[in-house]
Each structure stands twice: as C-alpha cells, then as structure tokens.
C-alpha cells in the first residue's frame, strides 16, 4: 500500500529539527484505516514528535504529514481530524464530567444545540463506562474514570484518528492492564485508527496491531507483535522489546543456512541469522529466556549455577551465572512444579531448541552496529 488515499495517515521523508538537533530523520510511514499502531522506543527516540506532528502541535522541517490523503501543512490542530489523550488527562477541574465532554463539542462551528451536546456527551460518557456520571466532579473520580473522561472528550468530536500519549503511564498495574483491554475493545468497536506512544514494550505488544519501534530519530522495524519480538530487525530490537540474553563470539562458518557462533567461553551454537555475516565477523547472539530449557548437568549446551530464583506465579525466572559469559535469565512455566525447582547454588545444564538462537551484527557491549534504516509502510 503506497497511495495517500489508502491510509489514514501518511508521513513522506519527514523530518524535524530543533536548531541543532535532529528529532525525526527522513520517516516514511503508511498506517492503514482502523489500525491500532503503537509507536515504541526509548526516551527521546523521536516517537512523541511523531505524535505531535500528526496531531498539529509540531510542524516538520521538511517532508509532508498527510491525513486521509491531504497535506496538512498549515493546517492547525483544531481543523484537523484528529483528537489526542494526554498522559495527564488535561481535565479541566472546575467543570464536571459532562462539561469536560462537552467542551469540544461546544468549539464546533456552526453551533450545536445544547440538546445535541447534552445527548452526545451522554452517548460518549456510556461508551466508556461512564453513564450517570456527568455530574461529578473531576476530583471525585478515580485515575482509571479519569482516563475514560480524557477518552470520551478525545471521541465525542468522532476523529478519524485517535492519538494516545502515553495513557495509561499513572495507572496502577492491575487497572493499567484492565484498561489496556478496554481500549483494544473500544477501538474495534468504533473501527477508527488509533496511534499510542510508549515506552512499555508490554503495553505495546500486548494492545496494537503493529509496532513501529524507533531509536534515534528514525524507524527501525515495524510490523505485527508476534513479527517484532520473534524476528527483531536488528540488536537493537532484540535488546530493547522484551527480554532477552545476549551472547557475544565470533562467526566461525556456516551449516545448513545457519550461522555457527564461537562465543566467549570457546562453545560453539548454531544461530538464524537475518544479516550477511561473515566469518571472522563479531556477533551477538540473542536467546530469549522462554526458549532455554534447563536440564541435569552435563546434558545441555552451556554449564552453569542457579544465583537467582524469582517466584511470579504462573512462571519461574531463574538468574543463572555461566562462567566467561555472564548471567543468562530462564523462564520456566508450569511444568517446573514446586518439587522440580532449581535451588540457587545448584548447578545446571542450559539448552535450547534448535532455530531459537538469533546473531546479529557487532557486540552489545562495544556498542551495537546497526544496519541502514529502511523506509517503511504498514500493509493492511
């Protein structure tokens, strides 16, 4: 899908620099209508300028940021078809629940009767949960009914695009997974396309229909969740979205389109491989935590002594040091039941299944190579 008609937001070679410095580099992005995407990275990635850009607070330095097939350059956010959630909600404490979701409403020109506002203030306020609430207070309500206020302001002006800043950031746990669910439900049930701003990987991967991560400025991969954390672009992906062990050695040969690995401690590992590596070349080998078994000594690829045993209910993690390499972090399910449990200070054996291991260029410790960003576009 490359046609501007086709997306509901389009970003062509946009770029925005703050004098000197360089937010947002050369970003071309194609998200398709009724998509939840979350845009994913570190601080200061460049992902809430993104945001901005979208939503009219921020202009580019070059490039276009088009909106349902129309350049909005000049364009001020009230014009556009867009509404936005803070992290801090932005409610306006001296009017009461209806009055914040009415407020946008009571901006529109030409004038709606207050009929009208009354009934699609109420129509929003029930969509979120929240009928029979109009009449309180901003401060009479808890952080998760506040958040769902923010959102009945954002959706009463029905946007084509909803942009979420980093929503759920002062919620509790528990509420913050409660509510990660109700906007998954809520953005299917309107079918309009929703763009969240995170750092929380889990909340990234656990609520969008694509990731975009970004580091520095530019895109680094995007794509389904599944795609994101089992096929990492690059080290940088690997190591930043979720959990992983991180291996260092060098590339010794090849076998059967598999990459063979000497690391550190002079064993040798098969590895997939996305990148061209050639022997002699220095590497990282990622091995997520799920993916190591561990077993009796002397019966797995590496050799090493349980430190660590962290108890999280449905899962076990195991912090476990291997001589030369470091520490590598297990995760085992229920089949580790309270009578096959590893004791710290016992040894072990770590294997994996074949095709787990993933090398990717340069050494995470000397600071990672990354390969040439590619433009990129989400195919609906």
């Not at 601080?43 to 809430?48: A, R, Y």
């Not at 050494?363 to 990354?370: A, D, L, V, Y």
């Amino acid at each position: 899908m490359t046609a501007a008609l086709n997306s509901d937001i389009e970003f062509r070679e946009v770029a925005k620099r703050y004098g000197a410095v360089t937010a947002v580099s050369g970003i071309n992005l194609s998200i398709p209508p009724a998509a939840f995407v979350a845009l994913l990275g570190p601080s200061g990635c460049g992902k809430t300028t993104c945001l901005r850009m979208i939503a009219g607070f921020e202009q580019p330095s070059e490039g276009q940021v088009l909106i349902r097939g129309k350049d909005m350059a000049g364009t001020p956010p009230y014009r556009r078809p867009v509404n936005m959630v803070f992290q801090q909600y932005a409610l306006f404490p001296h009017l009461d629940v209806e009055n914040n979701v009415a407020y946008g409403l009571r901006q529109q020109r030409p004038r709606l009767s207050a009929r009208e506002i009354r009934l699609r203030a109420g129509e929003a306020l029930a969509m979120v949960q929240l009928a029979g609430y109009g009449h309180r207070k901003v401060h009479e309500l808890s952080g998760g009914q506040q958040q769902r206020v923010a959102l009945a302001r954002a959706l009463v002006n029905k946007p084509a695009v909803l942009l979420l800043d980093e929503p759920l950031a002062a919620l509790d746990k528990k509420l913050r997974t409660d509510m990660q669910i109700e906007l998954q439900n809520l953005q299917r049930e309107l079918g309009i396309t929703f763009v969240l701003v995170t750092h929380d990987q889990e909340e990234a991967l656990s609520m969008s229909d694509f990731v975009c991560v970004m580091n520095r400025g530019s895109i680094v991969q995007i794509g389904q969740p599944n795609e994101v954390y089992h096929e990492p672009a690059d080290l940088f992906v690997a190591d930043f979205v979720g959990k992983t062990n991180l291996l260092p050695g060098k590339v010794s040969g090849r076998a059967d389109g598999l990459v063979e690995v000497r690391l550190a401690n002079g064993s040798t590992i098969s590895a997939r491989s996305r990148s061209n590596l050639a022997k002699g070349d220095d590497t990282s080998v990622s091995l997520r935590p799920e993916a190591l078994r561990l077993e009796a000594p002397g019966r797995g690829t590496l050799q090493g002594v349980v430190r660590n045993r962290i108890f999280l209910g449905a899962t076990v993690e195991y912090v476990i040091e291997v001589p030369v390499l470091g520490t590598l972090m297990a995760t085992a399910d229920h089949q580790f039941v309270q009578g096959n449990l590893f004791e710290p200070g016992e040894p072990v054996a770590i294997g994996f299944a074949s095709g787990a291991p993933l090398a990717f260029p340069g050494i995470k410790e000397n600071g990672t190579k990354q390969r040439e960003t590619r433009n990129v576009e989400i195919i609906s």
